[in-house]
C-alpha cells in the first residue's frame, strides 16, 4: 500500500487540524490502519488506528477524548482529527497500514504496519 499523509500545519493551543492519509495500490478496509508520531528525541508513538474491517478503533492514551479516527473506504482515505490540541501534540504524524495477519497487540506498535507515509509535520504554539 502506497501512503501519502497531508494536513498538518502550525496551530495555537487549543485549535485543531486534520490530518489525512491517502492510500492507494490497496484497499484499507483489507488493511489495518494507524497513526503514529514523532517528536525530536522520542520514540514513535502510537496515535490510533482501525483494525482491518471496522473491527475496532483504538486509541493513545494521550489523545483519548480529543482525537477521532474515520475513514472513507470510497475515497481510500484513512482521517484523523485532531481537537483541543496541546503543544505536547507537536511531531511528526505519520500514518501506516498492516496486513490482517497482525495480531491485535501488534496494532499498537510500529512493527505491526508493513507501509508507511512520508509524515506531516504538526506543531502547536504555546
Known amino acids: 500500500v502506497q501512503l501519502q499523509a497531508f494536513g498538518g500545519g502550525l496551530v495555537q493551543t487549543g485549535g485543531s487540524l486534520r490530518l489525512s492519509c491517502a492510500a492507494s495500490?490497496?484497499?484499507?478496509?483489507?488493511?489495518?490502519m494507524g497513526w503514529f508520531r514523532q517528536a525530536p528525541g522520542k520514540e514513535r508513538e502510537f496515535v490510533g488506528g482501525i483494525r482491518w474491517g471496522g473491527r475496532g478503533t483504538y486509541y493513545g492514551d494521550s489523545v483519548k477524548g480529543r482525537f477521532t479516527i474515520s475513514r472513507d473506504t470510497a475515497k481510500n482515505t484513512f482521517n484523523l482529527q485532531m481537537n483541543n490540541l496541546e503543544p505536547e501534540d507537536t511531531a511528526i504524524y505519520y500514518c501506516?497500514?498492516?496486513?490482517?495477519?497482525?495480531?491485535?497487540?501488534?496494532?499498537?506498535?510500529?512493527?505491526?504496519?508493513?507501509?508507511w507515509g512520508q509524515g506531516t509535520q504538526v506543531t502547536v504554539s504555546s
Open positions: 495500490g490497496r484497499t484499507i478496509s483489507t488493511h489495518n
Open positions: 501506516a497500514a498492516g496486513t490482517q495477519r497482525k495480531i491485535l497487540s501488534e496494532l499498537f506498535t510500529p512493527r505491526g504496519y508493513d507501509d
